[in-house]
C-alpha cells in the first residue's frame, strides 16, 4: 500500500463535510457555470483541472469552509502527481494557514499527511518540491532536522536542493544549520563514489558545496 493512502483517507473522515449548494464568488471575476462541479460532482470525483478553477481564481471562489471542504481532494490530487509538484504549494499553503486554527485532530491529519508526503517524494512515488514542502513541514513542525537528514538519503533530489540553495541568499536558518554541517557533504561524497553519476552531477554539487562552505 503507498504510504499516502491511509493518510489520504484520514483526511477524508476528519475534514468530511456535505457538499456545499452553492458556492459564493465574485460574479464579475467567475463564470457561475465553470463553479458547477463543485456542487454537482462527488468530491472524489473532482478533476485536477476542475480543482484547479479555485486556484486560478484564488481569493475570489468560497470561504474558509469551502477550503476545508476541498481539503481532502486536492491533498489527494498533489499524492498522485494529478496536482504537479509546482502548483501544489498553493494548495500546501492554504492547509498551513488554516492549520493553527484547526483541532487536535485535524492538525494530526495534515501532519500525518505532509509526513507521508515526504517519505513518498524521497522514495520518488510522487514528485515534490524540496524547499516548498520543507518549508510547510516547518510551518507545522517544531524541527524540521529530521527531514534534512532524510534527504540525504535520496541522492538525486539532495543533489538538486544544494545546486539551488548555492545560488539562493535567502536560506531559512535550519537549512543553513544543515547545508554547514557534515551530513549534504558526506552524502554527495558517497554518492560520486559509488553511485552512477554519468554526468557528474554528485561531483559537481559536491565541489560546489565544498566551495560554498569557504566563502
Request: aromatic content about 10%.
Amino acid at each position: 500500500m503507498n504510504v499516502l493512502t491511509p493518510a489520504v483517507e484520514d483526511l477524508y473522515e476528519v475534514f468530511a463535510a456535505p457538499r456545499p449548494a452553492e458556492v459564493a464568488c465574485c460574479d464579475h471575476c467567475v463564470d457561475p457555470a465553470k463553479l458547477e462541479p463543485f456542487t454537482s460532482v462527488p468530491l472524489r470525483s473532482l478533476t485536477a483541472e476542475q480543482v484547479g478553477v479555485f486556484w486560478l481564481k484564488s481569493g475570489t471562489i468560497g470561504d474558509e469552509g469551502f477550503v476545508r471542504y476541498l481539503l481532502p481532494r486536492f491533498l489527494e490530487l498533489i499524492s498522485t502527481g494529478e496536482i504537479d509538484d509546482f502548483d501544489s504549494d498553493y494548495y500546501l499553503r492554504l492547509v498551513t494557514t488554516g492549520y493553527p486554527a484547526w483541532t487536535t485532530r485535524e492538525q494530526a491529519a495534515v501532519v500525518r499527511y505532509l509526513r507521508a508526503l515526504w517519505t513518498a517524494g524521497l522514495a520518488g512515488h510522487v514528485r515534490i518540491d524540496v524547499g516548498h514542502l520543507l518549508a510547510r513541514l516547518a510551518d507545522t513542525h517544531d524541527e524540521v532536522g529530521g527531514f534534512l537528514v532524510e534527504l540525504e538519503g535520496a541522492p538525486a533530489l539532495l543533489a538538486d536542493y544544494v545546486r539551488g540553495l548555492a545560488v539562493d541568499e535567502k536560506r531559512p536558518g535550519y537549512v543553513e544549520q544543515w547545508l554547514f554541517g557534515d551530513g549534504p557533504l558526506v552524502a554527495l561524497e558517497k554518492a560520486a563514489l559509488e553511485l552512477p553519476d554519468p554526468d557528474g552531477t554528485y561531483s559537481y554539487t559536491h565541489l560546489m558545496l565544498e566551495g560554498l562552505r569557504v566563502r
